[in-house]
């Protein structure tokens, strides 16, 4: 989805209220981040290869 589709579905009030809440959520903890590394790093490397035209 691009950020003008974002913008007409959620509108600028939406993306505004959005913005305030992850403002005031807290830093996740490191081991919390790490985990989370591991299990989105091989899909983003999906993403990335499909989008160069490579072969996975």
Request: aromatic share 0%; glycine share 6%; net charge positive.
């Amino acid at each position: 989805m691009t950020p003008e589709e974002r913008r007409r579905i959620l509108g600028d009030d939406g993306i505004a209220h959005i913005h305030a809440r992850v403002a005031r959520a807290p830093e996740p903890p490191p081991e919390l981040v790490d985990s989370l590394r591991r299990i989105l790093a091989p899909a983003a490397e999906r993403v990335l290869t499909r989008e160069r035209g490579e072969k996975s």
